[in-house]
């Protein structure tokens, strides 16, 4: 009986584990606008700079180019 | 047991590899594709979602392509009507074939997108994997040194 509860939990605790990987076309929903830095409103980010040079005196070195679709 | 169960591993590993340059295309995949082994052909795997393609299948479309040469869009987006309004949208002059249950970009698995293909021969003789900058000129180039 305890064999059968350990081999449950292990399998419980298996289910959340995966190794599929995203493949470079699969990327539909993170090539979405939204899915980018400051989502579909580019001003918050903007002003999310903006306070970041005000307090940090710099500037820069937040996110990376493209929409995440794997496109170089 | 455990020696079935390694062989099965390791064919599901080898199935699941992708096309490469010299690699020769599945006889199901050409016989879909209907190609021809006295052409060349440019196989563009494109999808509507994708900033890179939007800007690259104009310039793919401007290619001049020859009675040896054919370029052949293969659109991937999970619904036909998504492909098909930005087909149009883009007014692409080629064959375009609808990829919706991913069987021949499964088969290709790219590693980058947009992926391009050049085949020959049943064979692929050169891959451009993600976009390229002025892409048409770069094809251009290629189908040369193809030919």
């Not at chain 1, 996110?63 to 496109?71: A, D, F, K, S, T």
């Not at chain 2, 590993?13 to 599945?26: Q, R």
């Not at chain 2, 209907?34 to 494109?46: A, E, G, M």
Request: charged share 25%; hydrophobic share 40%.
């Amino acid at each position: 009986m305890m064999r059968l509860i350990l081999l449950s939990l292990s399998g419980l605790l298996l289910m959340g584990c995966s190794s599929k990987e995203v493949k470079p076309w699969e990327k539909e929903n993170l090539a979405q606008d939204i899915m980018q830095y400051g989502g579909l409103h580019p001003e918050v980010k903007k002003f999310e700079a903006h306070v970041y040079f005000s307090k940090e005196a710099s500037r820069g070195g937040s996110g990376v180019g493209g929409g995440g679709c794997g496109c170089n | 047991m455990i020696k079935k169960t390694i062989y099965a591993l390791c064919f599901s590993t080898i199935s699941l590899m992708a096309l490469e340059t010299g690699d020769s295309i599945p006889q199901n995949i050409q016989a879909q594709l209907n190609l021809d082994s006295n052409k060349t052909y440019v196989i563009d795997f494109f999808a509507s979602w994708c900033k890179s393609c939007k800007k690259e299948l104009p310039l793919i479309s401007k290619v001049h392509t020859e009675q040896t040469v054919e370029v052949i869009g293969v659109n991937v987006d999970k619904k036909k009507e998504d492909g098909e309004a930005f087909v149009q949208k883009l007014n692409v002059p080629f064959r375009v074939i609808y990829d919706t249950n991913k069987e021949f970009i499964g088969a290709f698995d790219p590693i980058g997108f947009p992926a391009l293909y050049y085949i020959r021969d049943g064979k692929i003789v050169k891959t451009i994997m993600g976009a390229v900058d002025n892409i048409d000129e770069q094809i251009a180039k290629d189908i040369k040194e193809i030919k």
